[in-house]
C-alpha cells in the first residue's frame, strides 16, 4: 500500500515546480515517485541537482545497468519499472540485456566489468576486494569512472531508499518484481 | 592498501580545483576521501553539491528550540 499521496499540481511547493515541470516535460507525465519526493523541496531539488551531474558519467547504457542492478539488489520495485522503461526506451538496450543488468551483467565486456562492480558495491555495502577494483580497471576504466559507478550505485540507492520507504502507485510499464528473475 | 592516488589543489584538475580549495578553506584542510575524490572532478563536484542542498535539510525543526 503506498504511504503518500502524490501532490496535486496547485500543492506543489514553489521551490519545487521548475524541477518537477521539467521532469514532466523529459517523461511526457509526472511520475507518482515524484510528484511525492516534490513535498520536500530540498531533498528533491538535491536529488535532481545530483540526477544532472552524474548524467555525463560514463554513458547511457551503462548508467541505466546499473540503476537495473542497484535496484534489484535493493529490492526496489518501482525502480525497476522506472529503470527497465529508461533502459528500453532511452538507452536502447535490447530486452535481454535490461534482464542481464538485473542480474549483475551485461553482454558488452566493458559494460559487463562495470555492472558486476557495481553490483558487488551495493551488496558488499562498499566493501570490495582489492581484485573487484583490479577487475574494473583491468576492463578499461580509469580511477574517476570507478568513483563515478560508486556514485551511481549511491544515487540510485537514494531513490530505492525513497521508492521502498513510501511505496508510490507504479505507474511505469509493469515488470517481473525483484527476486523473481 | 590504498587503492587511489591522493591529489592536492595543486595536483588535482582545473575542474576540481576550485571545489577543493573550497572545502579545504571551509575544514580547514584538506582530507584524505576529499583528495582522492578530486580524482573525478564530475562525482567530486557532485557530493559536493549534494551536501551543500541537504545542509539545508531539517533546520525548520531548530524553529521550537529558538521558539
Not at chain 1, 514553489?14 to 511525492?36: E, H, R, V, Y
Not at chain 1, 523541496?41 to 547511457?60: E, T, Y
Not at chain 1, 518501482?78 to 551485461?106: N, Q, W
Not at chain 2, 557530493?47 to 521558539?67: K, M, V
Amino acid at each position: 500500500m503506498t504511504r503518500i499521496a502524490p501532490l496535486n499540481p496547485e500543492n506543489v511547493p514553489a521551490a519545487s515546480k521548475p524541477t518537477l515541470d521539467a521532469f514532466t516535460k523529459t517523461i511526457g507525465f509526472t511520475p507518482n515517485m515524484m510528484a511525492a519526493f516534490a513535498q520536500s523541496p530540498i531533498a528533491f531539488n538535491a536529488w535532481a541537482a545530483l540526477l544532472g551531474s552524474l548524467s555525463k558519467a560514463l554513458d547511457v547504457k551503462t548508467r541505466d545497468s546499473i540503476g537495473l542492478a542497484v535496484s534489484e539488489v535493493n529490492g526496489c520495485n518501482y525502480c525497476l519499472t522506472v529503470h527497465s522503461f529508461t533502459a528500453e526506451h532511452m538507452a536502447k538496450l535490447p530486452a535481454d540485456d535490461i534482464l542481464l543488468a538485473r542480474k549483475g551483467h551485461a553482454n558488452d565486456p566493458k559494460r559487463d566489468a562495470a555492472v558486476q562492480f557495481a553490483r558487488k558495491v551495493i551488496e558488499a555495502r562498499g566493501h570490495v576486494s582489492d581484485a573487484d577494483v583490479e577487475a574494473v580497471i583491468a576492463a578499461g576504466y580509469t580511477h574517476a569512472n570507478v568513483m563515478e559507478i560508486v556514485a551511481l550505485v549511491a544515487m540510485y540507492s537514494l531513490t530505492n531508499f525513497f521508492n521502498n520507504v513510501f511505496d508510490p502507485e507504479k505507474d511505469f510499464p509493469a515488470v517481473a518484481p525483484a527476486g523473481s528473475i | 592498501m590504498i587503492r587511489i592516488a591522493v591529489l592536492s589543489p595543486e595536483t588535482a584538475s582545473a575542474a576540481a580545483k576550485f571545489t577543493f580549495v573550497v572545502c579545504t578553506k571551509s575544514i580547514g584542510f584538506a582530507f584524505d576521501v576529499m583528495m582522492a575524490c578530486a580524482n573525478s572532478p564530475l562525482t567530486f563536484n557532485a557530493w559536493t553539491t549534494l551536501i551543500g542542498s541537504l545542509t539545508r535539510a531539517l533546520l525548520t525543526l531548530d524553529i521550537p528550540h529558538f521558539a
